[in-house]
């Protein structure tokens, strides 16, 4: 079920939280509540994604990566 909410504390930014349709939940600040209610609808339209990727597999490939360009320019390796 999806569910957001922007609050505001005096003194502090916009507190954006959003509950996507599978359940995940996410929180970010903003400066504007303009930001915070764009981002909400980022996530809602990028959820398919985000729940399609294995994000072990982007890890692993991420590190991958990183150790190619360490090694590329001789640092040592992990």
Same mark, same amino acid.
Do not use: H, P
């Given at each position: 079920?999806?569910?957001?909410?922007?609050?505001?504390?005096?003194?502090?930014?916009?507190?954006?939280?959003?509950?996507?349709?599978?359940?995940?939940?996410?929180?970010?600040? $903003?400066?504007?509540?303009?930001?915070?209610?764009?981002? !909400?609808?980022? !996530?809602?339209?990028?959820?398919?994604? $985000?729940?399609?990727?294995?994000?072990?597999?982007?890890?692993?490939?991420? !590190?991958?990566?990183?150790?190619?360009?360490?090694?590329?320019?001789?640092?040592?390796?992990?």
């Amino acid at each position: 079920m999806r569910d957001y909410s922007i609050t505001k504390k005096t003194g502090e930014w916009y507190d954006a939280r959003v509950i996507d349709s599978y359940g995940n939940k996410y929180q970010n600040y $903003f400066e504007t509540a303009s930001e915070a209610n764009d981002w !909400i609808y980022y !996530i809602w339209e990028k959820e398919e994604w $985000f729940n399609s990727v294995n994000s072990q597999e982007l890890l692993y490939k991420a !590190i991958q990566q990183c150790k190619e360009i360490d090694k590329n320019i001789n640092v040592r390796e992990i």
